[in-house]
């Protein structure tokens, strides 16, 4: 059966949830932009995933100060300023009646075009700005047997193409690697950078533990990710010896441990790369340890 980081328990809940669009509210399947938005036509958006733990959302300074970079790099006008953003994600969680394993989709995008074009003269009023949030457990199972992955062919483009610094709408290559990936019997795909040293996955950041460090890639051809950075700095908190470097599959299949980090499923141990065993074939003891100590920095964080 194939598993993914986004797997989630099942809630009955999430029929009857509303979704925030421009300020309003919407029933789940009522919920609607214009086939001339702007995100749908070209892809021209960004967003961010964001956890409400006990009443608060985890890192959420962090968060918008990758919204707003990525708003300023592509220019996109958001409408609101900081304390607006918050304040709109406050509103979609406390109408919904939500406290606890939450998970909030924040999309903006350019906004509705009076006519198909990627020209930004044709967009006509201001941005659209969706929020989902969704009663999502992580599901134990994924979390402790982990993933398999596999090496797609789809590179990671260089800055200078699509910046992956920027979490923008346009996925494709990501999903276009993920289909590889499915499609040769793994659970989501591994991808390397131009150079041909790895990159990072399809929708999460990546780690391997050799010889007792840490290691992820030097982060010029992903995404900033936000867990993925303190994972490091916890490591570095507690003597763990990290690294950020370019380091290719030969690396990888040698490796002792694996796993991958993201907002939603936090740290999921990899069992499998291209049909190889990495280690001992299941979670090991620093991804479990890196584990523990990234759930007290989220009980810290949210504690008051």
Same mark, same amino acid.
């Given at each position: ?5 986004h ?9 009857s ?7 309003e509210?919407f ?5 609607k ?6 995100g749908f036509?070209?892809?021209d ?5 964001i ?13 918008l100060?990758?919204?707003? %970079?990525g708003? &300023?790099?592509t220019g996109?006008?958001i409408g609101l $300023?900081r304390?607006?953003?918050? !304040?709109?994600?406050? @509103? /979609?969680v406390?109408?919904n ?9 924040l ?8 006519t198909p074009?990627?020209?930004p ?10 929020i989902?949030?969704e ?6 199972e994924v979390r ?8 797609a062919t ?10 992956q610094k ?5 996925k494709?290559?990501e ?5 590889? %990936?499915?499609? &040769?019997g793994?659970d989501?795909?591994?991808m390397? $950078?131009p150079t041909g040293?790895? !990159?990072?996955?399809n @929708? /999460?950041n990546?780690f391997?533990?050799?010889k007792?460090?840490?290691?992820t890639s030097?982060?010029q ?7 993925s ?6 490591a ?11 380091f ?5 299949y ?6 991958v980090?993201?907002t939603?499923?936090g740290l999921?141990?990899v069992?499998?790369i ?18 523990d100590?990234?759930d &007290?920095?989220?009980a ?5």
């Amino acid at each position: 059966m194939t598993r993914s980081t986004h797997q989630a328990i099942a809630d009955e809940r999430n029929e009857s949830i509303e979704i925030y669009i421009n300020g309003e509210f919407f029933p789940r399947h009522e919920a609607k932009v214009s086939v001339f938005d702007s995100g749908f036509l070209v892809g021209d958006g960004i967003w961010e995933g964001i956890r409400l733990h006990h009443g608060h959302f985890a890192f959420l300074d962090r968060h918008l100060d990758r919204l707003f %970079a990525g708003a &300023a790099a592509t220019g996109i006008d958001i409408g609101l $300023d900081r304390a607006g953003v918050e !304040a709109a994600l406050r @509103a /979609t969680v406390d109408h919904n009646a939500m406290d606890d394993n939450v998970h909030i989709r924040l999309m903006v995008t350019r906004g509705d075009k009076k006519t198909p074009s990627q020209h930004p003269s044709n967009n006509i009023g201001g941005p659209n700005i969706v929020i989902i949030a969704e009663h999502k457990a992580a599901d134990p199972e994924v979390r402790d047997r982990g993933i398999s992955l596999f090496t797609a062919t789809v590179r990671r483009p260089p800055p200078d193409s699509l910046d992956q610094k920027l979490n923008c709408h346009s996925k494709l290559h990501e999903v276009i690697a993920l289909i590889q %990936a499915t499609n &040769a019997g793994a659970d989501e795909a591994l991808m390397l $950078d131009p150079t041909g040293a790895v !990159a990072t996955c399809n @929708a /999460t950041n990546f780690f391997v533990v050799r010889k007792g460090e840490v290691w992820t890639s030097t982060g010029q051809y992903n995404l900033n990710g936000i867990t993925s950075a303190l994972i490091v700095e916890v490591a570095q908190d507690s003597g763990i010896p990290t690294r950020e470097c370019a380091f290719s599959l030969t690396d990888v299949y040698s490796a002792d441990e694996a796993f991958v980090t993201g907002t939603f499923g936090g740290l999921t141990p990899v069992h499998t790369i291209d049909g190889r065993a990495i280690g001992a074939g299941g979670q090991g003891e620093m991804t479990t340890r890196l584990r523990d100590l990234y759930d &007290a920095r989220i009980a810290a964080e949210c504690s008051g």
